[in-house]
């Protein structure tokens, strides 16, 4: 038997977890070519910025070269003669000639009537010459008046059939205006990402961390990756591209570090250097669902690693996840990140930080309670839907239903059915019957 007591209860939920790095990124080689000089070796520490690799590129030069061109072409104007169509006739007019010889004729006909002797023939005869001028003259008129109206009529007609091959010639034109300003739109576009692909040929680290020369190793953390690609510099990620017949001998992506040198050719896409952030360590760790509930962000934890016996490490979770993960024997946990603090050995010395892939075991603080009513672990039965300790009365057992609070290894928190100073069962509780004698 035990006596309910008060203390501090702590309930711990362990977990397997893995450690990762702030981030990893690895950059790619952007067009086909050779390494034309690198920067740095396997475990060099550098900072953001820095120069790690040249890739010499005759592919990446010539499609700049030919999409400047391109640009160059599409944006020289388009002209179709600049000023409007106009048709016009000349004027419709009878010939100078006929009215020359019209009046010759008139003219020498009144000659020689006034030659005739008899002066009352002679004038008859004269006026009707006049009468006959006049009247050629009236129809001569009109003639003209019909020819000046034909030609009005033919500049109308010619004048609409102008405007409307203006008018054709003109939407023809916009239409080409507006053709040429998407094509250059296209080779504007085309000669930005060539410009791109020829400065990412100078790799630089997207951030400060240790280098690893090729893709990173399967067992490397990539914790906070998808959060830092769009940080990187366009066409690190490894953009498509034709490979040029030299680069066929080019190890294929993920080839280990030592077969990144000078000189060695590479395709689009090949891993050229892995950069690893190191100054903040994360932790994945695997909660089962049953527990996954009782974790909160800011929950602190201890950790444990195989490969630092005797020390222990701070922790504190930064983040729970939702998505849920089937586990061997069929039961599912849960993702939770935590922020790996520094660690300490038993004797108080410091403990080295651990390294991007190592397994730990992760103890989660998630409940405490202080000044607690609590009774042992092991005084604690459950029966049916029930949650009961065996207290002690007069020498006999009785039962009594309890709830519980924090769940520690040794002591749990009961927050109703027993008060400080009784006593209950602790031994073989399980197999107690109500009014048992109890010594």
Same mark, same amino acid.
């Given at each position: 038997?035990?006596?309910?007591?008060?203390?501090?209860?702590?309930?711990?939920?362990?977990?397997?977890?893995?450690?990762?790095?702030?981030?990893?990124?690895?950059?790619?080689?952007?067009?086909?070519?050779?390494?034309?000089?690198?920067?740095?070796?396997?475990?060099?520490?550098?900072?953001?910025?820095?120069?790690?690799?040249?890739?010499?590129?005759?592919?990446?030069?010539?499609?700049?070269?030919?999409?400047?061109?391109?640009?160059?072409?599409?944006?020289?104007?388009?002209?179709?003669?600049?000023?409007?169509?106009?048709? @016009?006739?000349? $004027?419709? +007019? *009878?010939?100078?000639?006929? #009215? !020359?010889?019209?009046? =010759?004729?008139? /003219? &020498?006909? %009144?000659?020689?009537?006034?030659?005739?002797?008899? @002066?009352?023939? $002679?004038? +008859? *005869?004269?006026?009707?010459? #006049? !009468?006959?001028?006049? =009247?050629?003259? /009236? &129809?001569? %008129?009109?003639?003209?008046?019909?020819?000046?109206?034909?030609?009005?009529?033919?500049?109308?007609?010619?004048?609409?059939?102008?405007?409307?091959?203006?008018?054709?010639?003109?939407?023809?034109?916009?239409?080409?205006?507006?053709?040429?300003?998407?094509?250059?739109?296209?080779?504007?576009?085309?000669?930005?990402?060539?410009?791109?692909?020829?400065?990412?040929?100078?790799?630089?680290?997207?951030?400060?961390?240790?280098?690893?020369?090729?893709?990173?190793?399967?067992?490397?953390?990539?914790?906070?990756?998808?959060?830092?690609?769009?940080?990187?510099?366009?066409?690190?990620?490894?953009?498509?591209?034709?490979?040029?017949?030299?680069?066929?001998?080019?190890?294929?992506?993920?080839?280990?570090?030592?077969?990144?040198?000078?000189?060695?050719?590479?395709?689009?896409?090949?891993?050229?250097?892995?950069?690893?952030?190191?100054?903040?360590?994360?932790?994945?760790?695997?909660?089962?669902?049953?527990?996954?509930?009782?974790?909160?962000?800011?929950?602190?934890?201890?950790?444990?690693?195989?490969?630092?016996?005797?020390?222990?490490?701070?922790?504190?979770?930064?983040?729970?996840?939702?998505?849920?993960?089937?586990?061997?024997?069929?039961?599912?946990?849960?993702?939770?990140?935590?922020?790996?603090?520094?660690?300490?050995?038993?004797?108080?010395?410091?403990?080295?930080?651990?390294?991007?892939?190592?397994?730990?075991?992760?103890?989660?603080?998630?409940?405490?309670?202080?000044?607690?009513?609590?009774?042992?672990?092991?005084?604690?039965?459950?029966?049916?839907?029930?949650?009961?300790?065996?207290?002690?009365?007069?020498?006999?057992?009785?039962?009594?239903?309890?709830?519980?609070?924090?769940?520690?290894?040794?002591?749990?928190?009961?927050?109703?059915?027993?008060?400080?100073?009784?006593?209950?069962?602790?031994?073989?509780?399980?197999?107690?019957?109500?009014?048992?004698?109890?010594?």
């Amino acid at each position: 038997m035990a006596v309910v007591t008060r203390t501090t209860v702590s309930e711990v939920v362990e977990a397997p977890a893995t450690v990762g790095a702030r981030a990893t990124a690895t950059l790619t080689a952007p067009a086909s070519g050779t390494v034309a000089r690198l920067y740095v070796q396997d475990g060099d520490t550098v900072k953001k910025g820095q120069i790690l690799a040249r890739i010499s590129s005759p592919q990446a030069r010539q499609q700049l070269s030919a999409a400047r061109k391109a640009d160059r072409q599409a944006a020289r104007p388009v002209s179709f003669g600049g000023a409007p169509v106009s048709v @016009r006739l000349p $004027r419709l +007019r *009878l010939p100078n000639s006929l #009215d !020359a010889h019209v009046d =010759r004729s008139f /003219a &020498q006909a %009144r000659k020689a009537a006034r030659s005739i002797g008899d @002066r009352a023939a $002679r004038t +008859r *005869l004269l006026a009707a010459i #006049d !009468a006959a001028d006049k =009247r050629q003259r /009236a &129809q001569r %008129r009109a003639l003209g008046e019909v020819l000046d109206g034909l030609t009005r009529s033919l500049d109308q007609a010619l004048s609409q059939v102008s405007g409307q091959v203006s008018a054709g010639m003109s939407g023809l034109s916009a239409s080409m205006a507006s053709l040429r300003a998407a094509s250059r739109s296209q080779t504007r576009a085309a000669v930005r990402a060539a410009e791109q692909t020829v400065d990412a040929l100078v790799v630089r680290a997207p951030f400060g961390g240790v280098v690893t020369l090729g893709g990173a190793s399967s067992g490397a953390g990539a914790a906070g990756l998808g959060a830092l690609v769009s940080q990187l510099p366009a066409g690190l990620l490894g953009q498509a591209g034709a490979s040029q017949a030299g680069a066929a001998a080019a190890a294929p992506a993920g080839r280990s570090g030592g077969t990144i040198a000078t000189g060695v050719p590479v395709a689009a896409g090949d891993p050229l250097v892995t950069v690893t952030d190191v100054s903040v360590l994360t932790l994945s760790a695997d909660v089962d669902e049953t527990d996954v509930l009782l974790v909160r962000r800011g929950t602190p934890a201890e950790v444990e690693f195989d490969a630092v016996t005797g020390a222990t490490y701070t922790a504190a979770v930064t983040g729970v996840g939702v998505t849920p993960k089937e586990g061997a024997t069929g039961g599912v946990s849960y993702p939770v990140w935590l922020r790996l603090g520094r660690g300490a050995y038993d004797d108080g010395g410091a403990a080295p930080a651990p390294k991007p892939g190592m397994s730990a075991v992760v103890r989660l603080a998630v409940r405490r309670s202080e000044n607690a009513t609590a009774v042992p672990a092991s005084a604690i039965v459950t029966s049916g839907r029930d949650t009961i300790v065996w207290a002690v009365r007069d020498g006999k057992a009785e039962r009594r239903v309890v709830r519980l609070g924090a769940q520690g290894d040794a002591f749990v928190e009961i927050l109703s059915g027993v008060s400080p100073g009784e006593r209950v069962v602790v031994k073989g509780a399980d197999a107690v019957r109500p009014g048992q004698s109890l010594s």
